[in-house]
């Protein structure tokens, strides 16, 4: 990657980021409760502020308007913004999580150990269980109208229509992974589980769209963040007329964000991994393009990518860098 240009910084976890086509950045910062809009060549400027223990993150723009969600206990929403404007309610994603629940039937944990064993897992980790109820809404993308949502409590790509009617695209598979006698030690698992898989919740932290109708999805898998489990993030693409899921690339380090330049290369996150990878049009190989300090949000715009970077910083000291 060339040097990056520093675009904003002294911002407060910057997990989400957009651009506009007048070249404004819109920026969440998360645990703030902040969006954030930089003009080119200008200063932030704070444009929504949500109500105190409430995030602000998943933010887009399509059509004139910016979207992006608030979550909090029991509660999580899809909004719409014009540059000026005061934000509408899109539509309540908590509902739909609480009514639909789209990954209820999916099992997760460990799906073949016999009853002694499971008995030996210690209480601290789930060792078998179905998706629960809980939304928190990470990333958005917008086509023809339609929102699509990341949800990585739900574990789902949602989509929602302008009108705010909220539908499931697809349910992600879980990510199983095979427990090494390493791994049962770092995790304090009995022996009794290596060998087996564990299917951890897949974690849906981007969504971007492609030609083709394909969405290009990040995710997080739930568990270990310290490698001791390997690292397990991936990058998959998911129809969104049918909700067919394919691989494009695995072994990353947090894959937080995800973007597809106009020839189909694949920009990718790993915030563990301190860097910001590329799969070229076609590959499968994770190559290193940029090395970044806590790297999360990327987006391609016109021939640039823009990474917010050291976003979990303490004391805070989030950037946007443009490459």
């Avoid at 789209?102 to 799906?111: E, K, R, V």
């Avoid at 022996?191 to 898989?197: D, F």
């Avoid at 083709?212 to 739930?222: A, F, I, K, R, T």
Wanted: charged share 15%.
């Amino acid at each position: 990657a060339p040097d990056p240009t520093t675009v904003a910084k002294k911002l407060v976890s910057p997990l989400s980021m957009a651009v506009a086509a007048d070249g404004t950045a819109y920026v969440s910062q998360n645990f703030a409760g902040l969006l954030t809009a930089v003009p080119p060549g200008g200063k932030p400027k704070v444009v929504f502020a949500a109500p105190k223990k409430t995030e602000v993150g998943a933010v887009s723009v399509g059509g004139g308007l910016v979207r992006f969600a608030t979550t909090a206990k029991k509660d999580a929403r899809l909004w719409s913004m014009r540059p000026g404007g005061s934000p509408v309610e899109v539509a309540d994603l908590w509902k739909y999580e609480r009514t639909v629940n789209p990954d209820a039937d999916q099992a997760y944990g460990f799906t073949d150990l016999d009853a002694a064993c499971l008995a030996q897992v210690p209480p601290q980790v789930p060792a078998s269980y179905t998706g629960i109820k809980d939304s928190h809404p990470y990333g958005t993308a917008v086509r023809r109208g339609t929102t699509y949502v990341a949800d990585a409590a739900a574990n789902a790509i949602l989509a929602v229509s302008p009108r705010g009617k909220v539908s499931t695209v697809a349910v992600l598979p879980p990510v199983s992974v095979v427990i090494t006698a390493e791994a049962a030690a770092a995790n304090k698992l009995p022996a009794c589980v290596v060998g087996h898989s564990y299917s951890f919740e897949p974690v849906p932290t981007d969504v971007e769209v492609a030609k083709g109708g394909w969405l290009y999805v990040s995710m997080l898998p739930g568990g270990p963040e310290d490698g001791s489990a390997g690292a397990n993030g991936m990058v998959v693409k998911v129809k969104a007329r049918t909700g067919k899921v394919r691989t494009v690339a695995t072994g990353l380090a947090g894959a937080t964000g995800v973007a597809v330049a106009r020839n189909g290369d694949v920009y990718v996150a790993q915030l563990f991994g301190g860097q910001v990878s590329r799969v070229r049009h076609g590959s499968t190989t994770v190559k290193p393009w940029a090395m970044v300090k806590m790297p999360a949000a990327v987006e391609w715009v016109g021939g640039h990518v823009l990474v917010s970077a050291n976003v979990l910083s303490d004391p805070p000291k989030g950037m946007v860098l443009a490459y």
